[in-house]
């Protein structure tokens, strides 16, 4: 009797311990709001539910984001038809994506919400949420006047920036006061700026347009060299520049410019800011012959002007939609040394040949050492800038003389080198009675050759001598001259070029 009493005792005891390893809710009749959705005009609902196998350690966390889903798929947005067309056509989003990017929105502002009640069985975990409308409208109205007093402060800011001529700082605050709206966007928010009633996207909108147009980017070289297997040997520039009120071009400083190589794998990607004089440099590290022929570009990187925070679908869009300032550089690599020292010095840059010769009378141009020149550079892959339509030839003599003396002749653009190729003499004559001419002609004096860089005399050579004597007169004789010249400087300045 006492072995029965035992047994029946430890029994119900292992039945006990078996019913209280699982929550009294298994086995609970379903509640009702699971198996019919609840109704309630005062009230956004939201249920969410999640299978417990396929998510064994947060199946809690994906059903309550589940019921936010749900709940704000029922809080409604009226998009009008010209705000979402003016949208698609700036953003590039489909109508699709911007619903649900509202949507989303509006999910991610949701406050104020309570849990109703919740429910599960072996399978799967259930949870109720509820939000006040009346609440929740009170709060997004709170909100939505906060997000328009932000953006409207931060946009003052930026008119006030534009009106200095200060583009990029403007830039920053336009970039700010999109930002304190975007969760907003679907509002189609309007504020009094300056005593007109403006919608704020739209005139932000315009803001960052008119500013990215102000600015300019460009390369100090379209055309880089570099010799295989060795690093860069001159720094990739470009210089930012500002348009003013007044239409005149000033530099600007802290432009955040992203240099892009992406057919590299160890460097495909870099950031660097103008300086005071509006440049950025970007030193490339060894170049080879993968590198020749590929172009790299430089843009403006709105992600650095663009504040901190968590941006949105609008705001990215946007960010990949508008037209930002770029330019490019294409590599050229060589594998003689030789020809890589002289395209280094003249491809892709802007190159001046100034040539004039006086002999005893005003002086003229020098045609032939001017074309030597010339073509020469050009081969190099030099571009030749001309000088301007009246040319004071004795200016060129006198400036010869003194190299370091300021240059003001007129070109017809910016140049990046100002070769000179000065002759000072006299012509002197002969007769002879084998000449069909009856003289020969010779041109004996100074030769100087001087080149300008970034305002400063980079390379100068002096010398004097006489030429041989001509028959064909005056224009072979400074011909023949030339060639000489021409190939005495060529020695001397690559001389200069190894240094």
Known sequence: MLRRIIGQSLM??????????????????????????????????????????DHKDDFRLVAENEALFDLSSEISVDISGTFMEKTIERTGLSEQDIR???????????????MVAEWEDRKTYWIYFRLSKGKYELLQRKERERARAASLDMLQKALQEREKGQSISALRFYFEALSRIQHFIGDNLTADLNGKEV???????????????????????TQVPGLDGQPLADPLMVRGMQKQRDGSQSAVSGLPVLYAAPWRENDPYYIVDTDENGVARYTLPMVTMADHGQAIKARVDLGRLAPQVKSGAFFNAILEKVNVPQTSMRLSIYIDEITY??????????VAVLAAYAAGQPAVPWNKI??????????????????????????????????GAPWDLPMSEAVDLVFVMAARGKLSTRENAENPFGEDVRFAGEIRTVTQKDGNASFQDRYKGAGGWNPMGEEMAMDVLALHVFKRWKAKYYQNLGQ
């Not at 009702?32 to 969410?48: Q, T």
Request: net charge positive; hydrophobic share 40%; glycine share 8%.
């Open 12 to 53: 119900a005891a292992a039945l006990i311990v078996l019913f209280s390893a699982f929550p009294h809710t298994v086995w609970a009749k379903k509640a009702e709001w699971v198996a019919h959705r609840p109704v309630d005009s005062g009230f956004y609902i939201g249920i969410g539910s999640c299978l417990k196998k």
């Open 100 to 114: 649900m990017e509202i949507q989303a929105t509006s999910r991610a502002r949701l406050t104020g919400h309570e």
């Open 199 to 221: 919608f704020l996207y739209n005139e932000i909108y315009g803001g960052i347009q008119r500013s990215l147009a102000d600015t300019n980017l460009s390369a100090h070289r």
């Open 341 to 350: 020292k002289w395209r280094r010095e003249f491809e892709g840059r802007k």
């Open 370 to 403: 001017h074309d030597e020149m010339t073509n020469f550079i050009q081969e190099m892959g030099g571009i030749p800038v001309q000088a301007g339509n009246i040319i004071d030839f004795d200016k060129i003599i006198r400036f010869s003389q003194n190299p």
